[in-house]
């Protein structure tokens, strides 16, 4: 298979080269993907971060001015800077200011907005490390991961314990901010209570930390003996380890033998020096790594226009690069907001926020009733539904629970704004309701809107945002028991092949096809790890067992937790799942006939379908349906008209719109039955100011 793009050159390194020693058995390690990268404050340094002794003294000198202390404390702590009580320091600091003040101090700080990312980081994200593991707070990291590879990574903090954990178990990259995220103040870990709670309050990331530290070998670069969070890692060293532990390695500057010796002896870290003062030597370093590696271990630079990837909250820059595409600069970072409707159940009765463009518009509670009115209602999708048949009944539950007050704010927003991007935030409890199926007037909220669900559950940046390749990959599976006469779907088949029709005509992608017999586990498996589509489309039978959903192959059921580590590790920008119930089965519905009735029995909160699972791996944006009534021509011309407009530059949200549209005239509602989770703004090709 040739690679996406030709490698890119070997990076110049300005400076003169210093003569570094690289072991063998660590360029091994990186080849085979176990080696981990853990950067500390002097990389951040190269892009003029402070340095530890630096902050704390700008934290000084703020606490000072702000909570007016005296000469005598000044003194005092300026004595304690003097010997290094760096933790000490920072609580002081902080219970002075107060933990607002003292988050907004750190944020201005150590805040890298219009920093250029310096070389060393573009090139640390370039190599195959298994993890970037940091102590800082800033975001250089992904910002180049961003440029320099597309999309944005799967970036965790101690409060993603869940995803961590998965994401460890699957063998998928990340980045870890071990010690917190400045977009994330309860994540932080700057003073000795900070790192206390860490270490002994938070059981879960201290056993996933330990876990990392078995399992990898580690590079240290930016750290010395002098920085706090260094030696707090060695002291998680020396608690994890009874004997055997993985090899460490360090880049540092300016040690001494006796320094030296000490690593090797109390830490078994095996320190690779350069001279004081020549951080050209850190780039060198990562440069000569890369040289050590074949050209297809090494990703290739992507270089986007700088403008569209500067630091900004996290936010806008997932929808410049969704909106763009991620692989180039294809929008301007200012990308319109969606208008938001969050939504939640509590004292039986629907809670309702809506806001636009950051402003509160509305916040009201629906009428008291049971839980069980609009779940009843949702039972009505199991069948064919006309526009003006039982839909009508379920669409009208769902009007009356949410409140007249949100509906009437709701239709004022939307009014005259026929694409305009709305996300929906859910919780739990109202998630497997189907919300795009809301009545404004003649019309769905599906049809009033490019309306997309937000993921529930898992914080958006543990999901990171894949990057769209140029030129496009698409995975295509359809009509996978066509061998068999009685479960043969034609228009499965036929929704495939005019699938892949609509993306090698485009001129934009190439697809591979897996259809009827040949679309067996074994070549699925070897697609996404050979292929890495960037779209994944399946059209064929779909249901659920007694656990789980799944998607039915030639030669097997293939489960969500079957398919997990393939979206992990290969997560596509674009996900669509045509058939049964792939999103979910709502709140209320029942299954048709007994045994259907025990294995997808809803109860009061639905049961999760494949949604839930590919925005926990990653994937972009999801398409899939919440009903067991999907016509097998209609879903055909349905999907056709979605990749239609996907191709011409339209959103995800939008070409979903649009498609809806283009089937409003037919008899059936099944162009009504799907949702999207994920980002609604993405787009697959340049798409200007397409809808």
């Not at 195959?128 to 975001?139: E, G, I, Q």
Request: charged content about 20%.
């Amino acid at each position: 298979m040739p690679a996406r793009k030709p490698p890119a050159p070997a990076v110049p390194i300005a400076a003169a080269a210093v003569d570094l020693t690289i072991p063998p058995q660590l360029v091994q390690h990186l080849r085979e993907r176990r080696l981990l990268l853990f950067a500390g404050a002097g990389l951040s340094a190269q892009a003029g971060l402070p340095t530890w002794r630096s902050l704390v003294q700008d934290v000084v000198d703020a606490t000072i001015a702000e909570a007016m202390q005296g000469e005598e404390s000044r003194r005092e702590l300026e004595g304690m800077i003097a010997a290094g009580k760096w933790l000490q320091i920072a609580d002081h600091c902080k219970l002075k200011l107060g933990p607002g003040e003292y988050a907004r101090l750190l944020g201005d700080r150590l805040s890298d907005f219009g920093k250029p990312v310096p070389e060393a980081h573009r090139l640390a994200v370039r190599l195959p490390f298994a993890a970037w593991v940091t102590t800082n707070y800033d975001k250089l990291l992904e910002r180049a991961y961003a440029e320099e590879r597309g999309g944005l990574p799967k970036t965790l903090t101690s409060l993603d314990t869940e995803a961590l954990g998965r994401l460890l178990f699957d063998g998928a990259p990340f980045v870890l901010k071990a010690h917190g995220d400045l977009d994330k103040p309860d994540s932080l870990v700057f003073t000795s209570r900070d790192y206390r709670d860490l270490i002994h309050g938070n059981a879960a990331f201290s056993a996933a930390f330990s876990a990392i530290l078995l399992t990898h070998s580690v590079l240290f670069v930016g750290y010395s003996l002098a920085d706090p969070d260094f030696n707090l890692l060695l002291d998680r060293q020396l608690l994890t380890f009874r004997g055997f532990a993985p090899e460490r390695y360090a880049l540092m500057s300016g040690i001494g033998k006796v320094e030296e010796e000490y690593l090797w002896r109390v830490c078994q870290i095996r320190v690779i020096p350069y001279p004081e003062g020549r951080h050209e030597a850190v780039p060198a370093f990562f440069q000569r790594l890369a040289d050590r590696l074949e050209p297809a271990d090494v990703a290739p630079a992507v270089r986007v226009a700088r403008a569209a990837t500067v630091a900004v909250a996290p936010p806008a820059l997932r929808a410049a690069r969704a909106a763009g595409g991620t692989r180039a600069a294809r929008v301007p970072v200012a990308a319109a907001a969606p208008a938001v409707l969050a939504l939640d159940w509590r004292e039986g009765a629907v809670q309702a926020i809506l806001s636009d463009g950051g402003k509160l518009i509305a916040t009201a509670a629906g009428p008291r009733e049971a839980w069980a009115t609009p779940a009843a209602a949702s039972r009505s999708l199991e069948s064919a539904s006309a526009r003006d048949g039982s839909l009508a009944e379920c669409s009208g539950a769902l009007t009356q629970t949410l409140g007249a007050v949100t509906v009437k704010a709701l239709a004022k927003v939307l009014k005259g704004q026929g694409s305009r991007l709305l996300r929906l935030e859910l919780t739990r409890e109202v998630e497997r309701l189907p919300w795009e199926l809301l009545a404004l007037g003649a019309q769905t909220l599906a049809e009033l809107a490019a309306v997309f669900r937000a993921p529930v559950g898992v914080s958006e940046n543990a999901r990171g945002l894949p990057a769209v390749g140029s030129p496009l990959r698409a995975l295509v599976v359809a009509d996978t028991k066509s061998a068999q006469p009685a479960l043969a779907l034609p228009g499965a088949a036929a929704e495939g092949r005019a699938v892949a029709d609509e993306i090698r005509g485009s001129g934009v992608g190439e697809v591979r096809f897996l259809l009827g017999p040949e679309a067996t586990h074994d070549a699925l498996a070897r697609a996404f790890d050979e292929f890495d589509p960037d779209v994944f489309h399946f059209a064929g039978h779909a249901w659920f067992d007694e656990h789980e959903a799944y998607l039915e192959l030639a030669d097997r059921h293939l489960t969500a937790t079957m398919m997990r580590p393939w979206l992990t590790r290969h997560s596509p920008a674009f996900m669509f799942l045509n058939s049964h119930y792939t999103a979910f089965i709502p709140a209320g519905v029942e299954g048709q006939g007994a045994a259907h009735a025990q294995a997808i029995s809803a109860g009061l909160r639905g049961r999760p379908g494949f949604a839930d699972l590919a925005m926990r791996s990653g994937v972009g944006a999801f398409l899939g349906t919440y009903s067991g009534a999907i016509d097998d021509n209609g879903a055909r011309d349905f999907a056709v008209a979605v990749f239609r407009a996907l191709l011409q530059g339209a959103t995800a949200a939008g070409a979903l719109q649009a498609a809806r549209s283009l089937a409003a005239g037919h008899a059936s509602a099944t162009a009504l039955l799907y949702c999207l989770y994920g980002e609604g703004a993405l787009r697959l090709v340049d798409g200007g100011e397409a809808a």
